[in-house]
């Protein structure tokens, strides 16, 4: 009778550890991950009076909002690599697109953001433009690692570089600026639209699938837009009218700037609009003329990418996802629209590295709006956050395992992070967060080049280490680069910068009055990330 009694009693506690568990996977979070390519933080929600992007304001309403986050490094290859691997570009050993490796062969075999959430039972799905195409991502987009499916990649993004640009001749282009008509396109559509429709068919789908229904998803959606070049549906040129647009404040290069800190824009001086110019390499300024109808164009690309987001979001409320999944939103690195005379991304100024980045988590951050602030646009947070933090950040928030801190070789170790979670700063946006934020950039030589925005690693010969303060400083030390070891050399400091005001309009670091503030900067800079925690893990 006693063994009858002891069996009865495993089988039921086996059932309610079974029930358990199955009803812990029916709540466990969905994450719905959209990053927009090149996408400064000029929004409506940001403070950008001009921009419209309503469907991102609906998103910023009931998020976190964060008024500092910062991007590795601003190109797209190192950028998506770190914060997809939750290291930082100096331990991925990507830091150009250009003749980029695979960290899993060249680094390390980390486990990747995705990947994490798929070895914890979620349907991971790439769409659109995620892991940077090629060698950066061993042409499969980190596939099958991270993804359950093959990602999808829109047919019509063969004809990015494709002269489909109208002139005003009638003839067709390579231009940056490229308003158009969907009917005249090859395939009469856009990337960024397919992309859509692909991801908004999955919802639908993935709410009907008997074999799927209740497994949890990670669903990555990455926008080509406002990535140059600047090519959407020209009905959203109609929202911002040229008297409405203005040049940058700022538009000459900033007094005491060091030749090697400038980037020459070189990835746009081909493009048939801009050779027709005929600038002046390194340091022409572009005319305000066509200054102005740049930004005009990508704030309505900007524009476009809202619409479509706002159609994704409401396919996540008609498919009855809205309540049950986190939503990230960011720039995976910003974009120069004149600033400092510079017109891409490519250097270490806050216009090229500083990105949004909005986090919605039901029944947190839209409750406690409602609550705290119920006539404010969301909750904002001036916290400093890196890109890098995502990983970890998203693992609690889902209730996976959130990856430790590094050590200080991490190369053989395949799960741990260099960010931190931030869900601290989420569950109370005055929470002292970082001291610092770190970015970097690669460069050829002391001064500009034809290779300076993009030099391959064979052609690095100096990196910039770039730190943004809690006192809203920015400190940089550009110092030598051994291109074999792939590390800096910091007795040979080539440069200095120090700007003590946000636009970083006057580079104050040799100025004698600063001198003990630069000492006191370049030892926090020298000590690195990990120093700049706010705990302590050392």
């Known amino acids: 009778m006693g063994g009858k009694k002891y069996s009865l009693q495993l089988i039921l506690l086996i059932c309610f550890l079974v029930c358990k568990l199955a009803e812990s996977r029916i709540r466990q979070r969905n994450v719905l991950f959209i990053v927009s390519d090149d996408l400064r933080p000029a929004l409506a929600s940001y403070g950008n009076a001009i921009v419209q992007t309503p469907n991102l304001d609906k998103l910023a309403e009931r998020s976190v909002r964060f008024s500092t986050a910062a991007s590795q490094l601003a190109v797209c290859a190192p950028s998506r690599t770190s914060f997809l691997t939750g290291r930082r570009p100096d331990t991925t050993k990507v830091f150009s697109n250009k003749n980029a490796t695979y960290w899993r062969t060249n680094a390390g075999n980390f486990t990747s953001l995705p990947q994490h959430f798929k070895k914890a039972g979620y ?4 769409v659109g433009k995620i892991f940077h195409p090629g060698e950066a991502s061993n042409f499969t987009y980190d596939y099958p690692y991270s993804w359950s499916m093959r990602p999808y990649i829109p047919s019509a993004e063969k004809y990015k570089n494709a002269k489909v640009c109208p002139g005003q001749d009638g003839k067709l282009y390579t231009n940056i600026v490229c308003p158009v008509d969907l009917s005249q396109q090859p395939e009469k559509t856009l990337p960024d639209i397919q992309s ?5 068919n999955f919802l639908q789908q993935h709410s009907t699938n008997h074999n799927t229904k209740g497994q949890p998803f990670f669903l990555a959606v990455g926008y080509h837009k406002p990535h140059i070049p600047l090519k959407y549906p020209k009905q959203f040129l109609d929202l911002y009218p040229m008297e409405k647009i203005h040049v940058a404040p700022d538009p000459s290069r900033p007094s005491g700037m060091p030749p090697v800190a400038y980037e020459p824009w070189t990835d746009i001086r081909w493009r048939d609009d801009i050779a027709a110019l005929n600038l002046s390499f390194p340091y022409s300024r572009m005319p305000d003329w066509y200054a102005k109808k740049i930004i005009q164009n990508y704030y309505a690309a900007t524009s476009y990418v809202d619409a479509l987001i706002g159609d994704l979001l409401d396919a996540l409320n008609t498919f009855g996802f809205s309540d049950n999944t986190i939503v990230s ?6 974009w120069a629209l004149g600033e400092h005379l510079e017109w891409s991304k490519y250097s270490n100024f806050r216009v090229a590295t500083n990105v949004p980045l909005m986090l919605h988590v039901p029944g947190l951050t839209d409750t406690r709006q409602k609550r705290l602030q119920p006539r404010h646009s969301g909750l904002v947070s001036d916290a400093l ?7 970890p950040t998203l693992a609690e928030l889902a209730g996976i395992e959130v990856p430790d801190v590094c050590p200080d070789d991490s190369s053989k170790i395949f799960l741990c992070t260099e960010g931190l979670s931030f869900v601290p700063v989420l569950k109370n946006v005055s929470t002292l967060w970082k001291k610092a934020i770190f970015s970097q950039y690669p460069r050829p ?11 391959t690693i064979s052609e690095t010969k100096i ?9 809203q400083y920015r400190y940089t030390e550009w110092v030598q680069f051994d291109p074999n070891s ?3 050399n910091w007795s040979n400091v080539h440069a200095r910068e120090l700007y003590l005001d946000k636009n970083e309009d006057k580079n104050v670091a040799e100025f004698s009055e600063f001198s003990k503030l630069v000492k006191e900067l370049s030892t926090q800079l020298r000590k690195g990330w990990r120093y700049a925690l706010p705990i302590n893990l050392n």
Not at 385 to 391: A, G, H, K, M, Q
């Open 123 to 126: 349907v991971t799905v790439s």
């Open 196 to 200: 859509t429709q692909f991801a908004i």
């Open 329 to 334: 939103f960011i720039g995976d690195h910003g």
């Open 385 to 391: 956050v890196e890109l890098v933090d995502l990983f």
């Open 445 to 455: 030589s002391d001064t500009p080049q034809e290779n300076s925005c993009q030099p």
């Open 463 to 471: 990196m910039g280490y770039s730190m943004q303060t809690s006192q």
């Open 486 to 488: 792939q590390k800096g």
